[in-house]
């Protein structure tokens, strides 16, 4: 980099050109939604049969490459942003380097060399004649450094010491310039695609690493905006993003999604598009490296003799070596890339109906994802920002990444039957699985801590909802617990504010607190179900349920508890969603604001012995 190729360069021509990339971007995002949400959610709402289903795939292919084109153009937009700051600073360096040098005197050299006039006290009657230097080695070497101090102070031309000082300002800003080339030049080459009409995961892969890239090179860039509030609340969060610009909220979405996707009271909008390329490029990542992993030895089991001549059956010594070697990533990776499917499995069912009379379902929003130990999995049917009626729905034990298909149905099932009874008015149901849930059933399930260790990233979410609403109206919202799931609602109301209008439990182990007073809610809207076969209220009572001083263990099965019981027509511990079920249509009712029309079961009698 010389003076006049840093002279001549113009930085706005970068960012006019990032601001065409990143128009670009928005466009493919437009048709990617377009694609995805209007055009085949039309199709699966109306048409059936081989060809809808040949179109189908031909239309998620498409909207896959928009999503690609959308992620790699925000890329390149905020790499030349990156580059155009950097470049920038450097020129600001050289020009004010430059001014100083003319405005005392000296003349620059094309190759940063400064020719310094005489000037000086009078020796031997002349004064001391001017003469011309070059940027040294000073800064980046203490020897030189204090050399050159020595000779500045022994110059009898006070010129000698500034022209010294501006050529090391004009080669600091030059190599500046230089190094940034240099560091930009590979990142920005990396952002090719491949040339063929097919989004691999190897292409997401790549797009992982090419941001990484640049966000590597752009650390000073990323720094000089505006950085998010350090352990912010939900308002905190949304005032951040509000006072962003455009440029500056690409930049964020496209270096660090993993962050934004994670920020509570950001419009949904926004976190779902974070998070859909965390899930692109996180499954693409785990199917290349399961695929690099030897598959599991065909002989898993065999026999051996036992005590008593009877055989025994155990894993073969070839299976056990190999189950040392990758057994527990592969198991991870396999059950991750599950879950994935399943997120993305609801994704492609957006417009299908169950039949004629029902709705298509409505757009989904990924509002929360990490495949990390057991993963995290947030998605909403509908906007929750526009909804007047909101339900959160909060999984029990076991719950995790790669069996998010069934508290999706769940949720699903009940958007439909809310829709049906919300006289017209937007419902939006939304999968929290935003915690670590007990994965065993003895050994976890009994222990609080993990409803305490969520609660707190559970009240975030609910304030978070209530910061991002857009609607005329505040809305109406629902929180439902299942089995473990309530008892982590109990936490979140007993250690904080429980943002909610309604509290529904289903097969409850407990709450941790004796009332339903205690929820945080309105009195008279805590519901309950229970239905026959569940087992959990009474087994899980002793461990959840919540007790005063001196009284019993209580669960919100209890009638002391003081909750409305719900009827229910469904059997065991999982049937509360089933279709059609009255256990289901209750719910619904409530997250409707029908709280008139739930069905209630009778009082149970109580009977007094008198002489």
Same mark, same amino acid.
């Given at each position: 980099?010389?003076? &006049?190729?840093?002279?001549a ?11 065409g ?33 040949? &179109?189908?795939?031909?239309?998620k ?10 992620t ?29 040098a ?11 060399s ?7 006290t009078?020796?031997?009657g ?6 011309t230097?070059s940027?040294?080695?000073?800064l980046?070497?203490?020897?030189a ?14 010129n ?17 310039? @230089?190094d ?9 080459r ?17 797009a ?10 752009g650390?000073k ?53 974070a ?14 490296e ?23 059956k155990?894993h ?37 109906? @169950? ?7 409505p757009?989904?929003?990924?509002l929360?994802?990490? &495949? ?13 920002? @526009? &909804? ?19 508290n ?5 099932a ?18 929290w ?14 222990f ?6 969520g609660a ?35 936490s ?34 805590v ?5 026959d ?9 002793f461990?959840?349920g ?43 009712l ?7 029309d ?11 012995? @008198?002489?």
């Amino acid at each position: 980099m010389d003076i &006049a190729t840093l002279k001549a360069l113009k930085p706005s021509e970068y960012e006019e050109a990032a601001d065409g990339y990143r128009a670009t971007s928005e466009m493919a995002s437009t048709a990617k939604d377009t694609v995805e949400n209007q055009i085949s959610a039309g199709i699966r709402n109306q048409l059936k049969g081989e060809t809808a289903d040949a &179109a189908l795939r031909e239309l998620k292919e498409l909207g896959e490459n928009f999503h690609y084109v959308q992620t790699e153009c925000a890329l390149v937009s905020t790499a030349l942003n990156g580059f155009a700051y950097d470049m920038a600073a450097a020129k600001r360096k050289l020009e004010a380097a430059l001014a100083d040098a003319e405005a005392a005197g000296c003349t620059v050299g094309a190759d940063g060399s400064v020719t310094f006039p005489a000037g000086g006290t009078e020796v031997d009657g002349k004064v001391p004649e001017g003469g011309t230097v070059s940027p040294s080695t000073s800064l980046t070497d203490p020897t030189a450094n204090a050399i050159e101090q020595q000779a500045i102070h022994q110059h009898p031309n006070p010129n000698f010491g500034k022209a010294i000082g501006f050529a090391n300002r004009i080669g600091d800003a030059l190599k500046e310039a @230089t190094d940034a080339d240099a560091k930009w030049a590979p990142k920005l080459r990396a952002l090719k695609a491949d040339d063929d009409l097919v989004v691999s995961d190897r292409d997401w892969s790549d797009a992982r690493s090419d941001q990484d890239g640049v966000n590597e090179a752009g650390k000073k860039y990323l720094d000089s905006l505006p950085q998010p509030p350090q352990d912010g609340s939900p308002k905190d969060n949304a005032a951040w993003w509000k006072n962003l610009s455009d440029e500056e909220r690409a930049a964020w979405l496209s270096l660090r999604p993993d962050a934004v996707g994670k920020l509570d009271g950001l419009p949904s909008t926004v976190r779902d598009e974070a998070n859909r390329i965390v899930l692109d490029e996180t499954r693409a990542r785990y199917q290349l490296e399961l695929n690099s992993i030897p598959k599991p030895p065909v002989n898993e089991w065999t026999y051996i003799a036992g005590y008593g001549g009877w055989a025994s059956k155990v894993h073969t010594d070839e299976w056990m070596d190999w189950y040392k070697q990758y057994g527990e990533r592969y198991d991870h990776l396999t059950k991750s890339l599950k879950g994935m499917q399943s997120i993305q499995d609801r994704f492609d069912a957006t417009g299908k109906a @169950t039949d004629k009379d029902h709705k298509g379902l409505p757009e989904a929003y990924l509002l929360g994802f990490s &495949a990390e130990g057991n993963g995290r999995a947030i998605i909403a049917n509908g906007d929750p920002d @526009t &909804a007047r009626h909101q339900a959160v729905y909060v999984p029990g034990t076991t719950s995790n990444l790669s069996n998010i298909s069934g508290n999706i149905d769940r949720m699903t099932a009940t958007w439909r039957v809310a829709t049906d009874e919300a006289d017209g008015q937007p419902v939006s149901t939304i999968t929290w699985l935003g915690y670590d849930a007990p994965q065993d059933i003895v050994k976890d399930s009994p222990f609080r801590h993990y409803a305490d260790d969520g609660a707190p990233a559970f009240n975030r979410f609910l304030d978070g909802l209530e910061t991002s609403h857009t609607g005329e109206a505040p809305p109406h919202r629902t929180v439902i617990g299942h089995s473990y799931g309530t008892t982590l609602v109990g936490s979140a109301a007993d250690h904080g504010t429980l943002n909610a209008d309604d509290v529904v439990t289903a097969g409850s182990p407990g709450v941790t607190v004796p009332k339903a007073e205690q929820l945080d809610v309105p009195k008279g809207h805590v519901w309950n179900e229970e239905a026959d076969g569940d087992v959990v209220p009474d087994i899980g009572r002793f461990g959840h349920g919540g007790t005063d001083w001196d009284g019993p263990w209580t669960v919100p099965s209890d009638e002391r508890f003081g909750a409305n019981q719900m009827t229910t027509d469904t059997k065991g511990h999982s049937g509360y969603w089933d279709e059609g079920s009255d256990s289901l249509l209750n719910q619904a009712l409530v997250v409707a604001g029908h709280t008139e029309d739930v069905k209630l079961k009778e009082p149970t009698p109580t009977w007094k012995y @008198t002489r």
